[in-house]
């Protein structure tokens, strides 16, 4: 068993920046995969960045360069540095971690770009 719990979201004009947390307990020593989700009303959740189980690191084509993902080395926090934000990036983000073949979800942060 894993919980997560994810903090940071919020109002951010355009062009600023926020940085997301994902706290981790329970079975963090099995934890294979490491990642940051996004969902906006009406589509599918996407892929946002993550660490792979093969031990990549991937982004998202939209968010290349603008955004970067960062873990502490014992996995309990996993973050999401988010820079240059656009209104496009608004969306509930969530964290996602792979433990022992099962697929664990946090409650999800509201990130919201506006002016």
């Known amino acids: 068993q894993v919980q997560l719990v994810e903090s940071g979201g919020g109002l951010v004009q355009p062009g600023g920046s926020l940085k997301l947390s994902c706290a981790a307990s329970?079975?963090?020593?099995?934890?294979?995969?490491m990642r940051w989700y996004r969902q906006t009303p009406g589509k599918e959740r996407e892929l946002v960045a993550g660490f792979m189980r093969s031990g990549s690191i991937n982004y998202a084509e939209s968010v290349r360069g603008r955004f970067t993902i960062s873990r502490d080395n014992d996995k309990s926090t996993m973050y999401l540095q988010m820079n240059s934000l656009k209104p496009e990036d608004t969306a509930v983000y969530y964290c996602?971690?792979?433990?022992?073949?099962?697929?664990?979800w946090g409650q999800g942060t509201q990130v919201t770009v506006s002016s």
């Open positions: 329970g079975s963090i020593n099995s934890i294979s995969a």
């Open positions: 996602n971690v792979f433990v022992l073949s099962r697929n664990y």
